[in-house]
């Protein structure tokens, strides 16, 4: 199975985009892409679904990535 890349551009509602925007003002070692892994991961975690083994891969996958970026501590070079 070959690795797809998905790339996202999509349009958020103004106060969304404002929210965000103060939250990484504020929270300096999170940017944008850590932000929406978290944000889709668990959109995915909350609303997976696991009754099959593909969907149980999927969901524990989903799962690896959330907390991964949870804990994620980026390293100042």
Request: hydrophobic letters at 40%; a negative charge.
């Amino acid at each position: 199975m070959m690795n797809a890349t998905v790339s996202i551009l999509a349009e958020i509602p103004e106060t969304l985009h404002e929210s965000l925007k103060t939250y990484l003002e504020n929270h300096p070692d999170w940017d944008q892409d850590r932000v929406f892994s978290a944000a889709l991961s668990l959109f995915l975690l909350q609303n997976g679904d696991s009754s099959t083994p593909e969907a149980s891969k999927s969901y524990r996958q989903a799962a690896r990535v959330y907390l991964e970026t949870l804990f994620q501590h980026q390293v100042e070079t």
